[in-house]
C-alpha cells in the first residue's frame, strides 16, 4: 500500500563515503516524547493514508515494556498516542500478554500485520492486525518461547506468510541465528529453516555472537533486501551493528549476499549512550525509488534515521559478502 506523502530524506553529507548516513537531526524521536516513557525505540514505520503510521516501544517509568500507535504526516515529526495498543480477539480467545515489544509492520494484501515480542511465559512472538492503526486485533502467538525478531515478508511466498525469527533464550540472549518459517493462516507455523547464522570472528566480528532480522524485507529485482542486527561480545559488553543481506525473492532461505562490514555501528553520542550503551537496531525502513529512510532504535533510548540509496546498497553487498 501506498502513501501520498515522501519517504524522510537527506542528501548524503559533502565529504562522506558512507553507503549509509545518518540524519543531521537525529534522533527524530527522544526518550520523553509522551508523558509517561522513560524510552522510546525499537519501532515501526508505514506508509499511511496522507502521511505515516507507526508502532512504537515505549516503556514507562516503571521500565514496563508496551507498544503504542503513532502517525505523522512527513515520517519525521510524529504525534503517539498516550495509551498503549489495547487489543481485542483477533483468531484466537487467548490474547495474554506480560509485556509487549520491539515491533514491526508490514502492509499483506488487505491489511496491516504486527509482530512484536510478547510475553507468555518468556518471549515469543506475538501477532496482531489493523485497518485503521486504531483497532488491532491480536492473533495466536506464532511460536513457543523463546523466540525473538519476528519479521514478516510483505507479500505471500509460494502462497503462504512468511516470517523470520530468532530462536533464543528467556534472558538476555548470548546466542541467536534467524530462522524462517511458513503459515497458510496467519494462525499455524511450521516448516522452519535456518537463513543465516552468525560469523565466525575472525571474518566479521561485529556479528559473531547473535543476529536478528531487522526491518520488514524490501522486495528489489534482485531479491528481498534484509537489514538486521548484529552483535559482538566485548569487554564492554554487547554492541550492535547494523548490517543488510539480500535473500532470494522465490526462496529466502537462501543468501545470496550478505555484508561483511557492516553499514552503520554505534558512534554518535545518542548511540554510545544511553540505557543499554552501543547499540544501533534496525526495525522498519521506508523505500521510494531509489531512496531508502531506515529507523532504528540508538542506545534502547531513543528512535534515529538514516539513508542509503537501494542500488548503493546492493552493490556493496556483492563487493563486500561474506
Known sequence: MTSKANIPWEDRPDGCTDVMWRYSKNPVIGRYDIPTSNSIFNSAVVPFGDGFAGVFRCDNKSVQMNIFAGFS??????????EPIEMVEGNT????SDYKY???????EDRYWLTWCNGYHGPTIGIAY???FKTFYQCENAFLPFNRNGVLFSEKINGKYAMLSRPSDNGHTPFGDIYISYSPDMKYWGEHRCVMKVADFTKSAWQCTKIGAGSVPIRTKEGWLLFYHGVINTCNGFRYSMGAALLDLKNPNQVLYRSQPYLLAPAASYELTGDVPNVVFPCAALKEGNKLAVYYGAAD???????AYVDEII????????
Not at 102 to 108: A, G, K, M, N, S
Open 130 to 132: 489493523t485497518f485503521d
Open 102 to 108: 520491539d515491533p514491526r509492520v508490514c502492509f499483506i
Open 301 to 307: 533510548t531513543v528512535v534515529g534515521m538514516s539513508f
Open 93 to 96: 480467545e487467548m490474547i495474554d
Open 315 to 322: 552493490d556493496f553487498l556483492k563487493k563486500n559478502s561474506l
Open 73 to 82: 504526516k512527513d515520517g519525521i515529526h510524529w504525534k503517539i498516542n498516550h
